[in-house]
Every structure is written in C-alpha cells, then in structure tokens.
C-alpha cells in the first residue's frame, strides 16, 4: 500500500511539472495575440498549444553568447584605452600648443598658434562626443558606464566657435 500511494504521488508531481511547462496561445476579443500558460474559458477553443522547446537556448548557443560578449568587452575595452591615450596627448597638445620661445615677443599668441589651439581642442571635443554617442538614452542622459570609458571634455571657449573643423 505504501508503495502505491508513494508511486502515485511521484506520478502527480511529473505530471504537473510537465503540465506547468505548456504554454497557449490565443487572440483575445480586441484583436491582441495573447501568450499564457492558462487560457481564459471563452478561448479554450481557439487556443494553440506552442512547443516553447524550440525557444530554449542550447549550451552551444550559450557558449557562443558568452564567447561574443567576451570579445565585444575587450573591443570597448581597447578602444577606451585608445582613446583616452588619444585625448591625453590632444590635451597636452592643446595646453601647449606653441612653445613659449617660438611664441612673439609681446607674449599675446599669434593667430595660427590660437588657430592651432582651438584645433586641437576641437578635436579633443568631438572625439570625446564620439565616444559618449553610443551611450546617450532618448532623454538626453547618458548611461553610466560611459564615463569609465570615455572622458568628458568641456566644448571649446566661445573665441574658438569660428575655427570648428569639418565634420568627418
């Protein structure tokens, strides 16, 4: 007796699990596609049984996730180091863009030193804009992880604003 009522139980339990993985699909009285794993009585005719196997992801696929991802994180890493590789020396270059002895004896730059300057700080800005791009949300923030990659630069002063380059 024993036996049967502990074979019985383990049955039930198989079978419900395997009753709980049933998924049904139906379209509702306003035209929606409706996905559960209990129809509502009023669809019970209209209601499709899906194999929800086929969207299981096998360990191969997983695999293959995690190799793309992997790779992916590298790529941004390398990049975030290049650039800020990139922007450290624009930066340099952009504090010092003349040295002071070839500068002119009244120690106001001249125009292609300024020139050169608002160049460098230009470029300093936009490859920093380039890089926080793919992070921006449609509010307007940018998302977090950008700024361990990337590296704010403030737009240029106002007497650079004539001396933008051509978009690339």
Known sequence: MYFRVLACSCLGLCVSALH??????????????QMSDKVPEQYRDS??????????????QRAEAQA?????????????QERRRQ???DAAAASNPADAASG??????????????CAA?????????????????????VKSEAFQICT???????????????AQ
């Open 20 to 33: 709980a993985a049933d998924i049904y699909r139906w379209v509702d009285e306003r035209g929606q596609t």
């Open 47 to 60: 209601a499709q049984k899906i194999n929800s196997g086929r969207f299981e992801v096998t360990p191969e």
């Open 68 to 80: 793309r991802a992997a790779k992916a994180k590298e790529k941004i890493e390398r990049d975030g």
């Open 87 to 89: 922007e450290a020396s």
């Open 104 to 117: 002119p004896a009244n120690g106001k730059p001249s125009a292609g030193d300024q020139a050169a300057a």
């Open 121 to 141: 700080q230009w470029q300093a800005y936009l490859a920093s804009d380039a890089c926080f791009a793919p992070y921006r949300l449609v509010n307007g923030g």
């Open 152 to 166: 704010s630069v403030q737009m240029p002063s106002n007497n650079c604003h004539m001396q933008m380059p051509e």
